[in-house]
């Protein structure tokens, strides 16, 4: 079944700004302008990526460009994840502070958030479902809490999966017709839920062994996802039958909470290796490693986020630094 690997582009890195605490997540938008990272320090940044692409010119001719165009300060406690709305001009961030919070980012001058939705959870995770008026949050509760976004009601799955799950939730993501969600669970689990009925579908227990599942991400056709675990395996799922399709090695991986991403055509996968501090990408469909390069960072990146329309991606450190890279011409 093996053919032969490609090769993955290399890529030019840039440091673009520094938290004052780990900068611990990063979401783009969906159309890949704008770039948020979520710090330990309770700061959310966000960038404009033309910018960046400007900043990485030899010729800046003006002066210094300063890619962070707004920074809000509006929690209380260490931010665990961003997600902007699919049509606007929102972004949404989740923190250990229970909330989370609704940003207009075309207000130049506001820094506060305009809406806040106080969970009774450490809140881990987000996701906006496709439409914009519901979204799913991943907390220390056991089962995924659904919010409509009008109305900010709650709603709990009423049927619990047969094995009760037991542990927070670090992942949780919508498909991208928002059918399905998928979560990524402490207890090692990863499960799928019907996104019209918010029932759990499926239950794959032990995906990542006794360790955390830590990530879990659908393929762009929802037939796959994609999840990682402090096991140091990223793993391949068939959707409709639970089973495991590619097993992905070679990548250190015990400690912190990241995630496996595909690059914007799903041919690649990358990740972290926490021992060798270095980004790792395999070859999607072959397994093989096609690619190891330093990181860049003081100590492993705590997160990787791919751009969803370009060769292009962001990597948080422990180091409180955020870095892009791209794709070299």
């Known amino acids: 079944m093996k053919g032969s690997s490609k090769s993955f582009p290399k890529h030019e890195t840039r440091h673009l700004s520094e938290h004052k605490n780990i900068a611990r997540c990063a979401r783009f938008s969906a159309d890949g302008r704008f770039v948020a990272t979520g710090s330990a320090d309770t700061s959310i940044k966000l960038f404009e990526v033309s910018k960046i692409k400007q900043m990485l010119l030899p010729e800046a001719k003006d002066g210094p460009v300063r890619p962070v165009i707004r920074t809000y ?6 931010i665990n994840d961003l997600d902007f709305h699919p049509q606007g001009t ?10 989370i919070k609704f940003f207009d980012i075309s207000k130049t001058n506001a820094k506060r958030a305009y809406r806040v939705i106080q969970d009774t959870h450490n809140v881990r995770s987000v996701s906006f479902h496709p439409s914009g008026d519901f979204l799913l949050a991943g907390t220390d509760h056991a089962i ?3 919010y409509d976004i009008n109305t900010f009601q709650c709603y709990l799955s009423s049927n619990i999966p047969e ?4 542990g927070a939730i670090n992942q949780v993501r919508y498909s991208c ?3 399905m969600y998928v979560t990524a669970s402490k207890d090692g689990a990863i499960r799928l839920w019907d ?5 759990c579908v499926r239950s794959i227990t032990a995906a990542h062994g006794t360790a955390e599942a830590t990530s879990a991400i659908f393929t762009k056709d929802q037939r796959f996802v994609l999840s990682s675990g402090k096991d140091s395996t990223v793993k391949l799922w068939e959707v409709g039958s639970g089973r495991l399709v ?6 250190i991986h015990t400690q912190l909470r990241c995630q496996a991403i595909f690059n914007q055509t799903e041919e690649f996968i990358i990740f972290i290796d926490e021992l060798s501090n270095e980004i790792v990408i395999w070859d999607a469909m072959t397994t093989e490693k096609v690619a190891k390069w330093p990181s860049n960072h003081v100590g492993a990146p705590r997160w990787l986020e791919h751009s ?5 991606f962001i990597s948080c450190g422990t180091d409180r630094s955020v870095r892009f890279w791209k794709e070299t011409v």
Not at 163 to 166: A, E, I, N, V
Not at 308 to 312: F, M, N
């Open 90 to 99: 929102i972004l949404i961030s989740g923190a250990k502070d229970q909330t």
């Open 163 to 166: 094995t009760s799950p037991s």
């Open 177 to 179: 017709t928002g059918a």
């Open 195 to 199: 996104g019209i009925t918010a029932n």
């Open 308 to 312: 969803p329309v370009e060769s292009a």
């Open 246 to 251: 590619r097993q992905y090695l070679g990548a």
């Open 73 to 78: 300060y509006d929690h209380i406690q260490p």
């Open 144 to 146: 995924p809490h659904l």
